[in-house]
């Protein structure tokens, strides 16, 4: 059970890497972004051939698929995104699905779609309580707290934090103080894509990498951001670990239903969340 909770845990710690950027992308902007999965997919391929490039240096190999990751994010943002600000979610959600499927074939085309296995960087573990636990998995958990610990001293110490999360409360009020929203927008959406590759990088070597990875996490990490509250650090944070937690113990009793309880839980919650809120 232990095994199953460390588990649960390390999937908890690869949805915030992924869902972080989801939940401040609507909550700024008010797009639902399809493309993030892109970006997380193609990110999970430049690594692998990064490490192929430098001899298994793994750290070389991050910063590699971080440095390509960035300008298609900035990119997808500045020609895509931005056109699609104040428009019908409608439109965000196609313009981005099709981002989705361009790099889905992008992956096809360059890398085939053959499954690649990802080797565990450090392939150690350690006992505790008579478990064997991977030392990789627990370095996953830590290094999402040290984010989510991070993130909340950038919003309440950093100018540009500030603004964030004064844009997530009233976006044209900032406008309104003469400040470049659109500006700090854009490079808040490269960090959260950023954060979504390097989740897709710690998540490898714990599964494999497969043309269709980025739509497979894409819906869960929806119902993580939805269940967390769009824009919000912690709510995000703690629905991500909590999710993870109802995978790995669903599918320790029942695999096929593990996604599915996903949902229920995101069900409960919007039903007891509603219920809990005062009318008109």
């Known amino acids: 059970?232990?095994?199953?909770?460390?588990?649960?845990?390390?999937?908890?710690?690869?949805?915030?890497f992924f869902s972080i950027g989801l939940?401040?992308?609507?909550?700024?902007?008010?797009?639902?972004?399809?493309?993030?999965?892109?970006?997380?997919a193609l990110g999970v391929y430049f690594f692998i051939s990064f490490v192929a490039l430098f001899n298994g240096m793994v750290p070389l190999a991050v910063c590699g698929a971080l440095v390509l990751g960035a300008p298609i994010a900035y990119v997808t943002e500045r020609f895509v995104i931005r056109r699609l600000y104040g428009e019908s979610l409608d439109y965000a959600m196609i313009a981005t699905y099709a981002l989705l499927l361009i790099g889905t074939d992008v992956i096809k085309f360059f890398w085939g779609?053959?499954?690649?296995?990802?080797?565990?960087?450090?392939?150690?573990s350690i006992q505790i309580f008579g478990f064997g636990l991977p030392v990789y998995r627990i370095l996953i958990i830590v290094l999402a707290v040290l984010l989510f610990l991070g993130l909340n001293q950038f919003t309440k110490r950093s100018v540009v934090g500030k603004i964030v999360v004064a844009a997530l409360e009233d976006k044209d009020g900032v406008r309104c103080?003469?400040?470049?929203?659109?500006?700090?927008?854009?490079?808040?959406?490269?960090?959260?894509?950023?954060?979504?590759v390097?989740?897709?990088?710690?998540y490898a070597p714990i599964s494999t990498a497969e043309p269709y990875m980025g739509y497979n996490i894409l819906l869960v990490a929806f119902a993580v951001v939805i269940t967390g509250g769009m824009g919000s650090f912690t709510g995000t944070f703690v629905a991500a670990f909590a999710m993870g937690l109802?995978?790995?113990?669903?599918?320790?009793?029942?695999?096929?239903?593990?996604?599915?309880?996903?949902?229920?839980?995101?069900a409960l919650v919007l039903i007891f969340?509603?219920?809990?809120?005062?009318?008109?």
């Open 1 to 16: 059970m232990i095994q199953s909770l460390v588990y649960g845990l390390t999937i908890g710690a690869i949805l915030y």
């Open 23 to 40: 939940s401040i992308t609507f909550g700024t902007m008010q797009i639902i972004n399809f493309a993030h999965g892109m970006i997380y």
């Open 113 to 124: 779609t053959t499954p690649y296995p990802v080797t565990d960087p450090i392939g150690t």
């Open 177 to 196: 103080l003469g400040i470049n929203v659109d500006k700090y927008f854009s490079g808040i959406f490269v960090l959260g894509s950023l954060l979504a």
């Open 198 to 202: 390097v989740g897709g990088v710690l």
């Open 246 to 266: 109802v995978i790995a113990i669903t599918g320790r009793f029942y695999s096929q239903a593990a996604d599915t309880m996903v949902f229920v839980v995101m």
């Open 273 to 280: 969340r509603k219920e809990g809120q005062p009318d008109g």
